[in-house]
């Protein structure tokens, strides 16, 4: 499965709202994670099985989609959440950069 | 909560073999509900899997990746292990080990990483 993600980079303001986007090369129901790596930090899962938060994660980050078509969107975008955003299942997406 | 350590060498020598292993506390890599696994990431690049392994001792391996790379584990002392032979410069990155989800295959604990460097 070969994952590829958009936008490279998206440039925001606190408050804003991001939306990344995750497209699959075939169909792979809701096995799709989302991770986010700040800098020099290892990666930390957000969101499994298209959806649900992993442990401790802000409900402002909200995951969805199923198939082919996923989306990541983050509300209230906080300076912290300035990270590299990647969507996973065995392979990585290339990855979003989102810029505060 | 899980917590992960990765040790091993952060220079080797090309041609050589590396070897990193991963200290699990806090959970136990004889867990019926988790793989143990590895990720690599080159400098300033993304995230690549290089395979991971459950409880009796069978492993996945990315099979984009050469056959150089080994996992295995130790039940015993908690830990589990990366094999890397012949290596070459391409081969400088920092390593991740991670605990899998095995019902929703998510990385769901990772280890700080560690840095090797492939140099003479």
């Known amino acids: 499965v070969v994952l590829t993600q958009s936008p490279a980079t998206l440039s925001v303001s606190p408050g804003d709202s991001a939306t990344l986007s995750c497209r699959a090369s075939?169909?792979?129901?809701?096995?799709l994670a989302w991770y986010q790596q700040r800098p020099g930090q290892s990666p930390r899962l957000l969101i499994y099985?298209?959806?649900t938060r992993g442990a401790g994660i802000p409900g402002r980050f909200s995951g969805s989609g199923s198939g082919t078509e996923f989306t990541l969107t983050i509300s209230g975008l906080q300076s912290e959440d300035s990270a590299l955003y990647y969507c996973?299942?065995?392979?990585f997406g290339g990855g979003t950069k989102v810029e505060i | 909560q899980v917590l992960l350590q990765e040790s091993g060498p952060g220079l080797v020598k090309p041609s050589q073999t590396l070897s990193l292993t991963c200290s699990v506390s806090?959970?136990?890599?004889?867990?019926?509900?988790?793989?143990w696994g590895w990720i690599r990431q080159h400098p300033g690049k993304g995230l690549e899997l290089i395979g991971y392994?459950?409880?009796?001792?069978?492993?996945y391996y990315n099979p984009s990746l050469q056959s150089r790379f080994t996992v295995s584990i130790d039940t015993s002392d908690n830990r589990f292990s990366l094999r890397l032979t012949s290596v070459t410069a391409a081969d400088t990155a920092v390593f991740y080990c991670?605990?899998?989800?095995?019902?929703?295959?998510?990385?769901?604990?990772w280890g700080q990483g560690t840095l090797v460097t492939v140099s003479s």
């Open positions: 075939q169909n792979i129901g809701t096995t």
């Open positions: 099985a298209a959806s």
């Open positions: 806090g959970d136990s890599v004889n867990s019926a509900d988790y793989y």
């Open positions: 991670v605990r899998v989800s095995r019902s929703d295959i998510a990385f769901d604990s």
């Open positions: 996973g299942l065995l392979t």
């Open positions: 392994i459950d409880n009796s001792g069978s492993a």
